[in-house]
C-alpha cells in the first residue's frame, strides 16, 4: 500500500484492553445493578456502529440489562441489531427500549438508569484510586488498583522506529486526553498534540470523518492510511475517503481487539477495510510511500 502518512488507533492497536476497558464496562454494570453480560457480549454492539466511547457502551449495556428485567425478550444479538437499524450508538439504544417495551416499562428502566453513577464506578475501576483522584480531580466512591495497568503493550519500538523514519504518524483515538497520554507513555510513542485527536478534542468521534481529515490536512498527505481494530475505524476511513475529494483514505483493521480470525477479517472487509493485518507490529512491512 502506498502512502503518504498513518494515523493508529491507540486501543486494540497500541494496547490491549481485554482486561481494563472491556473489563471495566462488564463490572460497572455488576456493581450498580447486580447483573451484567459476558465480556464478549461487547462485540456485537462495537459492531453496531456508534460505541467508540466506553462510558457509552457501558450506559447501553446498563440499558439492555434493565429492559430485560423489564419485560424485553430479545438477546444481545437481537438488542444490538435493532441498534444497529436504528443507526448504530447510545441514542439508538435508548430509542430500542422506548420503540420496544411499553411505555410503563420503559419509564421504569430509564428511571433506574444511572449514566453518572455508571461513568463514576467506570473511572474508579479503571483508573484506580490514586489516578481517579489526579484526573477525575476527587474523591473515588471505593477503592480500586486501577485496570489501567492491566494493558499488555501490543506495538514494538521497532514499529515506530521504521514507521517514523518513513512516514508522519499521527493518533486517533476515543480515549479522553489524558488516559491517551498515559497509553502513549507506556507504548514509547511521542507524537505532538498538533498531530493527534482524542475525546477531547471533537464532539462526535468515530465514524465522523473531521478528525482523521483535519490529520491529513496538518500532514499535507494525499494518501492517508488509518489503523485501527473496530468497524468504526474502518468507517471512519470510508467515510473521509468518500467526502474529501483530494486525498485518498484506507483503512486498515488489526486482528488483536475484539475482531479475530476470519469471521473478523470478513467483518472487515464487508465494512470497506483495504487490508487486514494481524497486528500493528506488520505495518512496516505494507506500507511504501507514495511518489
Partial sequence: MNIDAVVLDVDGVLVDVADSYRRAVVESVERVYDETVERADLQPFKDAGGFNNDWELTDAIAL?????????????DGFTTAIATNGGGLAAAEAVVRNELSADAAAHVFDQWDPDRLRTVFQTLYLGTERYREIEGGEPPFDAPGFIHDEPVIATPETFERLQARFPVGVLTGRPAAEAD????????????????????WDAGKPDPTALRTLAE???????????????????????????????YFGVGVLTGGLTGEAGTEKYAAAGA???????????????QSG
Fill in 182 to 201: 498515559i497509553a502513549l507513555d507506556r507504548v514509547g510513542l511521542d507524537v505532538p498534540d498538533f498531530h493527534r485527536f482524542t475525546m477531547d478534542d
Fill in 274 to 288: 483495504t487490508m487486514v493485518i494481524d497486528s500493528v507490529n506488520d505495518l512496516p512491512n505494507v506500507f511504501q
Fill in 64 to 76: 439492555f440489562v434493565l429492559a430485560r428485567r423489564a419485560g424485553y425478550d430479545r438477546d444481545v
Fill in 218 to 248: 496538518r500532514f499535507e498527505a494525499d494518501r492517508v492510511a488509518f489503523v485501527g481494530d473496530t468497524l468504526d475505524d474502518v468507517r471512519t476511513a470510508v467515510n473521509a475517503d468518500r467526502e474529501d475529494d483530494e486525498r485518498s
